[in-house]
């Protein structure tokens, strides 16, 4: 099995479409350009208009939205097997920046490539609108979570769903997994302070909930978690190819 096979993209896309081998060949096309990019620099910054995007292979990144007063608003996490920049692909300027959380490796993807991947090969071009689709399905939750849940729903439901994303692509379980964020980033992701993110996680820690320590996530009672938070995994639709 090559690199390819083995990728956070392909276990992530092979949930939607039982990639062939030329799909994997299509795929293989698109690693062309392997770059890397250190932590805290970004990678793609707001209002850029240069025609690529990238595909992260290792590490973590945020999107974020820097508002007038110059709070930022993080919009979601990316790990491996993201696309990152897609939309500014289509759209020609991006409305959000990344920077990386770790160390990343990612492959630049340039628009040509990107589009001709499309028209030679549709089946891997649906399971990409896929990514994309679940990717929005993911910031409606999201508005739901700033807009509705209170801080402990909050923060456990978005814990949950990174574990989720993460089993996805091998790299967690239903236990728990490693995590590099800080309760700064969370305080961004989730619209509260460092400080009530401290407490609410002291408080589902107490509650045998959940444990966030030493860059781990652990689940205590993961079924009393998915309870408590009305954790609805659907949304994320990580049932199996759809298309075989």
Same mark, same amino acid.
């Given at each position: 099995?090559?690199?390819?096979?083995?990728?956070?993209?392909?276990?992530?896309?092979?949930?939607?479409?039982?990639?062939?081998?030329?799909?994997? &060949?299509?795929?293989?096309?698109? @690693?062309?350009?392997?770059?890397?990019?250190?932590?805290?620099?970004?990678?793609?910054?707001?209002?850029? %208009? &240069?025609?690529?995007?990238?595909? *992260? %292979?290792?590490?973590?990144?945020?999107?974020?939205?820097?508002?007038?007063?110059?709070?930022?608003?993080?919009?979601?996490?990316?790990?491996?097997?993201?696309?990152?920049?897609?939309?500014?692909?289509?759209?020609?300027?991006?409305? @959000?920046?990344?920077?990386?959380?770790? =160390?990343?490796?990612?492959?630049?993807?340039?628009?040509?490539?990107?589009?001709?991947?499309?028209?030679? %090969?549709?089946?891997?071009?649906?399971?990409? *609108?896929?990514?994309? %689709?679940? =990717?929005?399905?993911?910031?409606?939750?999201?508005?739901?979570?700033?807009?509705?849940?209170?801080?402990?729903?909050?923060?456990?439901?978005?814990?949950?769903?990174?574990?989720?994303?993460?089993?996805?692509?091998?790299?967690?379980?239903?236990?728990?997994? =490693?995590?590099?964020?800080?309760?700064?980033? *969370?305080? =961004?992701?989730?619209?509260?302070?460092?400080?009530?993110?401290?407490?609410?996680?002291?408080?589902?820690?107490?509650?045998?909930? *959940?444990?966030?320590?030493?860059?781990?996530?652990?689940?205590?009672?993961?079924?009393?978690?998915?309870?408590?938070?009305?954790? &609805?995994?659907?949304?994320? &639709?990580?049932?199996?190819?759809?298309?075989?």
């Amino acid at each position: 099995m090559n690199f390819i096979e083995k990728s956070p993209l392909a276990r992530k896309l092979s949930n939607f479409v039982a990639l062939s081998a030329s799909e994997f &060949d299509a795929l293989r096309n698109l @690693h062309k350009r392997r770059r890397s990019f250190v932590a805290g620099r970004d990678l793609v910054q707001q209002g850029q %208009s &240069d025609q690529a995007a990238y595909i *992260l %292979s290792e590490g973590w990144v945020c999107s974020y939205k820097i508002q007038p007063d110059g709070t930022r608003q993080i919009v979601d996490f990316q790990i491996p097997g993201d696309f990152l920049g897609l939309r500014s692909v289509l759209l020609r300027t991006s409305d @959000h920046s990344f920077e990386p959380i770790t =160390d990343i490796q990612a492959v630049e993807v340039q628009a040509g490539d990107l589009l001709d991947t499309f028209a030679t %090969s549709p089946r891997l071009a649906t399971a990409i *609108l896929w990514a994309a %689709s679940r =990717d929005e399905a993911m910031v409606v939750e999201h508005l739901v979570n700033l807009g509705r849940r209170d801080a402990d729903r909050r923060t456990a439901h978005f814990l949950l769903e990174l574990g989720a994303r993460l089993v996805l692509v091998g790299m967690g379980s239903q236990t728990g997994y =490693d995590c590099p964020l800080t309760q700064y980033h *969370l305080a =961004d992701a989730l619209g509260l302070s460092a400080v009530h993110v401290n407490r609410v996680l002291r408080q589902l820690r107490e509650n045998g909930l *959940l444990m966030f320590r030493n860059g781990k996530v652990m689940f205590g009672d993961r079924d009393r978690l998915v309870e408590f938070a009305g954790f &609805d995994p659907e949304y994320l &639709d990580q049932n199996g190819p759809f298309l075989k």
